[in-house]
Each structure stands twice: as structure tokens, then as C-alpha cells.
């Protein structure tokens, strides 16, 4: 049987074209054509000055470097996320201060952080720096956080990692803060095999992580170095992956949509499983497609679900598990954790690529309906009057002895 993956690359068959053109021109360091083209590829979309790292994680922690974050600063953060989003602000020698979800949207509650922010403020201990994440693709609500932010002037670095090609209010988001990251890891919507991008508003923050990412390397013929760089840049090969990539962007954005209305339409009648909510106020690139389970209503678990979808060869996961029940960060400063909590324990997230055929997910949708009360009442149903001969026909043990 072939298994249903979660979320994986979909190649649009241009990539090997631009790989091939790195390997005739030998450009297969972190120099070279791709590079810069993929980069002005991010600027005309984006209108922002865009750097290519060997990762989101890199792009991150550039970003939060160039926002001024450093040793013993606090960083607020989203608490549902990818740890991914926080571990840069460790790398920093910071704290990170973990912001609770809304229910709306699933990302960072504006009303909370505005809390923190003048509780902290009343400290004088206001945070370096604010990262929303855009989580599984859909915007926060960016206007009431960016206004909070601007009230204490503290700068926000937005985790579009899973949000390329979203919308918030008609402007992209990772076009909203002061800087923003994209991953292209095998599991997002589009794929270098690895890599990231930062963009900036800001063009010195641009700069300086482009400085930094290169190994900092002082002008002039000489190795000299006067600050602490990295070797993030991305390579030249994987660029020509991610130029060929972003040429299908909003196709894949627009399958992955239509992978979870799919599954919000095969839904709908059955009791105890609910989408992830849709915010009216952007285009939700829906990088995964996620949902609630009720279990009572549902008649299972949302862990009785994955493990029953793992059966059949079908890879679910739960929801992001909050950083604050981490034990890497469960001595975070945290405002509220009761919704992501419950998001979490919740929360699943299912077969979600765009390439995904319909097949596969008609498989998907079956093997989630049969797990339902009203599927194993439809199963019990069948057991019990669809083959009432076969039973009657038995011969009873005792009558047999
Ligand atoms: C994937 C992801 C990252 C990290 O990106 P990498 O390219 O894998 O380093 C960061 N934040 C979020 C929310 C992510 O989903």
C-alpha cells in the first residue's frame, strides 16, 4: 500500500532546468545567478530588499540579531508554534516571553500581548522584539498587534514559514512587520530542500543579515573580520530549486486550498470534528489542513484518530505542541496557554499537499468518517441486519456438541 504523506515537495519539472544551469556554469557554491534571481524574484513580489539563508531558522535568527535582540533581552513570542520560531532567541542569549492563541485564528491573542506589553512596560523591561507566526498559513491579526507594538515602539519580525502567499487585509503577509522569514524545508509550500528567506522593510536590516549570513567578512583583500558572522547563505543549486518553485507558488497555494475545503465540505455533516477557523480577513494559504475533534461527539480521540489513520497508511499529527508545555522552554514567562492547550490536545492535522490527488484524499476522508460514532453505527448497522442469514445460518456450538 502506498502511504498518504502528510505534506510533501511537488516539483513543478522546471527545477532541474535552473539546477543544470548551475552545474554548466559551475556556480555551485553560495554565489551565483539563482541566487540573485531568486532573491529579485521575493523583491518584485514582495516590493521588500529579500535575503536567501540556508534555512527559516537562519532567517530568524539574522532577523532578531538585526532587530537589536541580545543577551538578556526578552522576546515575545507565539506560544503555538514550531519551536523553530523560538530557539533563535535562545541562540541570542534571550528569553523568550510566550503569548497565548485566540480562538479565531489559532495564532497570537492582539489582547493578551497588549497586556504583556504594559505589564512589561511598568517594569521597564519591554521586549526587544515581538515574532507572530502565521500558523499553518492563515495571517494573525496583524493591525490591533502592530498598533500595540507601535505604541511602546517595539519591533515585530513576522514567522511566515508556513504563510507564503498569505494575505492579511489585501497585503501579503511577511510585508506587515519591521522584517519577516519564509522556510522552504521539504514540508512547506514551496521547497529548496532547504533553505529560507528574510525580507525587510528596512533595507539596513537586509544588508546586515546578508553581512552576517556570509561569515561577516570586513571589506578590503584581507580575511578580516570585525563582528560575529555565520555560514547561512544558501547555495546557488538549491536556488535554481526555489526559482522554479516560487514560479508555481500560487498554484500550490491555491491546491492546498482546495485540499481543505475538500475536506471542510466531506465534513460537515459529521458531529465532533471542526476546521481550523478561516479569518475573513485574508487568503489563508492553508498549509495544513487542521482540524478539532470533539471526542465525545466524534465517538474517538484525536490520538485514536491518528493511530486508526496510521492503520491505513495515512501520516496525521497533532497540532504544534506549545512551547510553554516544551520542556525546553515550560519555565517561559507564559501570558494565558489555556487555548493552545486545548488546540493542541485538540487538534490534528491532516494529508495536506498539493499534490495530493483526489483519490488519496477520498481515501482519507472515508478512513476519517468510518472512525466517526455515525461510522461505526453505520458498521455495527451492517454487522448487524446487512448479513442476518449468514448469522442465522450458523450452526450453534452448543447444538453442535
Ligand atoms: C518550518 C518552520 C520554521 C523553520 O523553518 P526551517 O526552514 O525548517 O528552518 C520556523 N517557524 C515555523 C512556524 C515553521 O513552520
Not at 500581548?113 to 505589564?119: F, P
Not at 491532516?350 to 466517526?372: D, N
Request: aromatic share 8%; glycine share 8%; with cysteine.
Amino acid at each position: 500500500m502506498q502511504r498518504i504523506l502528510l505534506s510533501v515537495p511537488h516539483m513543478s519539472g522546471r527545477e532541474q532546468r535552473y539546477v543544470a544551469e548551475a552545474f554548466a556554469s559551475n556556480w555551485l557554491s553560495t554565489v551565483g545567478p539563482n541566487l540573485d534571481a531568486f532573491e529579485r524574484d521575493f523583491e518584485a513580489r514582495f516590493g521588500l530588499p529579500a535575503v536567501a539563508v540556508s534555512s527559516g531558522t537562519a532567517a530568524i535568527h539574522l532577523g532578531l540579531r538585526a532587530l537589536g535582540v541580545s543577551s538578556g533581552d526578552a522576546v515575545f513570542c507565539s506560544d503555538l508554534t514550531f519551536v523553530a520560531s523560538v530557539n533563535p532567541v535562545r541562540y541570542l542569549g534571550a528569553e523568550p516571553v510566550l503569548i497565548d492563541s485566540e480562538p479565531r485564528t489559532w495564532n497570537m491573542d492582539p489582547r493578551l500581548l497588549a497586556a504583556a506589553l504594559a505589564e512589561h512596560a511598568a517594569r521597564g523591561r519591554l521586549p526587544k522584539a515581538v515574532i507572530v507566526v502565521h500558523l499553518f498559513g492563515q495571517s494573525a491579526d496583524m493591525d490591533p498587534i502592530l498598533e500595540a507594538c507601535a505604541q511602546y515602539g517595539v519591533p515585530v519580525l513576522e514567522d511566515a514559514a508556513e504563510a507564503l502567499g498569505a494575505v492579511y487585509k489585501g497585503r501579503p503577509a511577511g510585508t506587515l512587520g519591521d522584517a519577516a522569514v519564509f522556510s522552504f524545508n521539504g514540508n512547506k509550500i514551496i521547497t529548496t530542500s532547504g533553505g529560507g528567506m528574510l525580507v525587510s522593510r528596512r533595507p539596513e536590516i537586509a544588508a546586515k543579515a546578508r553581512f552576517w549570513a556570509t561569515q561577516a567578512r570586513d571589506p578590503g583583500l584581507a580575511y578580516e573580520h570585525s563582528e560575529l558572522g555565520y555560514n547561512y547563505r544558501l547555495s546557488n543549486v538549491l536556488a535554481g530549486i526555489g526559482r522554479a518553485q516560487f514560479e508555481v507558488l500560487d498554484e500550490r497555494v491555491a491546491q492546498r486550498r482546495a485540499v481543505a475545503f475538500a475536506y471542510h465540505a466531506a465534513f460537515a455533516d459529521l458531529p465532533g470534528i471542526s476546521p481550523m477557523p478561516q479569518a475573513p480577513w485574508g487568503l489563508h494559504t492553508n498549509w495544513l489542513s487542521c482540524f478539532l475533534i470533539d471526542e465525545a461527539a466524534f465517538g474517538s480521540s484525536r490520538d485514536g484518530l491518528i493511530r486508526w489513520l496510521a492503520e491505513t497508511g495515512i501520516e496525521s499529527r497533532p497540532v504544534w505542541k506549545p512551547m510553554h508545555l516544551q520542556p525546553l522552554y515550560e519555565s517561559s514567562p507564559c501570558y494565558g496557554g489555556a487555548i493552545s492547550e486545548d488546540l493542541f490536545r485538540r487538534g490534528i492535522c491532516l494529508p495536506s499537499s498539493s499534490s495530493l490527488t483526489a483519490s488519496e484524499q477520498a481515501s482519507v476522508i472515508q478512513q476519517v468518517r468510518k472512525k466517526t460514532i455515525s461510522g461505526q453505527l453505520s458498521a455495527l448497522g451492517h454487522r448487524l441486519f446487512a448479513q442476518p442469514a449468514a448469522t442465522v445460518a450458523e450452526p450453534q456450538p452448543a447444538a453442535q456438541s
